[in-house]
């Protein structure tokens, strides 16, 4: 008996119409019941003015209001342990996860044991179009600790993987699974694949010969949707890479790569996706970027309509080559991540492109905002490679000039260090410090 090609071949390649009519059915059922159950929807309903009946064809999204962390912050503080936005008893909740909490107080996101088992299926859909197989063994290298992510290891398993809960071990304790198991799949984010293949090799490990991974899985970062970054680690590893995205606001990974690695299938059977321009909230054409705004459509612990995420990305409607239908996103940064120099808006993914693609240099970096003559200018440092004889003017001219060549501007200096000297990330890695003193508007 020949292999499937799909994990559920009916709904991953459902005809663009009919998975628009799709949405547009489930989209109004979530709307009626997010309003008929949640305090919060229909209080925000009626002050703009709108009720369910309101909503009939997908652009009818647009009339309705916003969502984002700010709200979610402020309702989980109307009352009980998960606030008014909630739209079913608390005794139909079965899981929790939780947000970091990096830009505020931690937000809680809450599934009933439907949304939870319809995730777990995403999960098995995302690995499977990832290459997993029941034959393979997996490494599940995420957090456990209240981070939505962690769970997702459940997709695999329902998959019929040989799965490995290592959680957020120490390296070498890793390292030691990963040699002594034989495991052939792992998930990290790309700072710690990087890291952990360095670790390897300074513990005399070669990752491409002593251990048996032939695909990464990563997430939390933009770096494996950016090719000189996914390329630098395939080489290390001898493996495939494939990004995967999520937030805890909807749930786990809710979009990833197929093998044509052209982006990433986002769930839409799930969620709705819409791309706004970040100063007028007005949509964009497919393939511009804006911010990324999500609307579940049969999450029902907590709806999120219309939920800004300030995600910068694009969105690819038009068929893979893999064969699948729903849309490719493409997420380029965090708003709050970008800056603007010379009238440029610059992103650090759009600086780690060069960076992973330049000789000499080990990749790592570290990005310096400051002020001069009232503009914002950056400084880079990145770390030569034990192996480069190039004088560092030489080397700084080098950098200097592809950047200019990538992004139209230079960075205002050039700071070259040492193999080592910037500090590895073992989880998300921090290549932006802030040392202005004014705010400027994007």
Request: include cysteine; charge should be negative.
């Amino acid at each position: 008996m020949s292999e499937k090609k799909y994990w559920d071949e009916k709904i991953e390649t459902l005809p663009r119409a009919d998975l628009e009519e799709l949405q547009r059915r489930e989209l109004k059922d979530i709307l009626t019941f997010a309003y008929s159950n949640s305090a919060y929807y229909k209080e925000a309903f009626n002050a703009a003015g709108l009720t369910p009946a309101d909503f009939n064809q997908l652009e009818d999204i647009q009339k309705f209001p916003f969502t984002n962390k700010a709200t979610q912050r402020e309702r989980q503080a109307k009352g009980g342990l998960l606030g008014d936005m909630i739209a079913v008893s608390e005794d139909d909740v079965v899981f929790v996860s939780a947000s970091s909490g990096s830009t505020g107080v931690p937000t809680l996101s809450p599934f009933t044991k439907q949304d939870f088992d319809e995730w777990q299926d995403v999960e098995s859909r995302l690995f499977y179009g990832a290459g997993m197989r029941k034959h393979d063994r997996y490494v599940h290298a995420l957090n456990f600790s209240l981070f939505v992510g962690g769970p997702d290891v459940i997709g695999a398993q329902n998959l019929g993987a040989l799965c490995i809960w290592a959680g957020t071990v120490p390296s070498e304790r890793l390292l030691f699974i990963l040699k002594e198991f034989q495991p052939t799949i792992i998930w990290t984010t790309p700072s710690y694949a990087l890291y952990l293949g360095e670790t390897a090799l300074k513990m005399g490990i070669d990752p491409a010969k002593d251990l048996a991974i032939r695909t990464i899985i990563v997430a939390g970062e933009p770096g494996g949707s950016i090719g000189t970054t996914r390329e630098t680690i395939e080489k290390v590893w001898n493996a495939e890479l494939y990004d995967f995205f999520g937030l805890s606001d909807i749930f786990g990974a809710c979009a990833g790569m197929c093998e044509a690695k052209d982006g990433l299938h986002i769930a839409e059977d799930h969620i709705l996706v819409e791309v706004l321009d970040v100063k007028t909230g007005a949509p964009l054409p497919d393939g511009e970027r804006g911010e990324l705004v999500y609307t579940t459509l049969r999450k029902k612990a907590r709806p999120l309509i219309r939920f800004r995420t300030g995600d910068i990305g694009s969105v690819n409607r038009e068929p893979c080559s893999c064969g699948r239908t729903h849309a490719r996103i493409k997420i380029h940064g965090r708003l709050d991540d970008m800056f603007i120099v010379s009238g440029v808006n610059i992103f650090p993914s759009d600086i780690e492109f060069v960076i992973r693609g330049t000789s000499g240099i080990t990749g790592e970096y570290l990005i310096r905002l400051y002020e001069q003559n009232h503009s914002v200018k950056y400084r880079l440092e990145i770390e030569k490679s034990d192996d480069n004889n190039e004088p560092d003017d030489l080397l700084k001219e080098r950098v200097a000039a592809a950047l200019k060549t990538r992004l139209g501007v230079k960075p205002g200096d050039v700071t070259i260090l040492n193999d080592g000297d910037l500090e590895r990330a073992t989880h998300k890695a921090k290549r932006l410090i802030d040392e202005r003193t004014l705010i400027y508007e994007i």
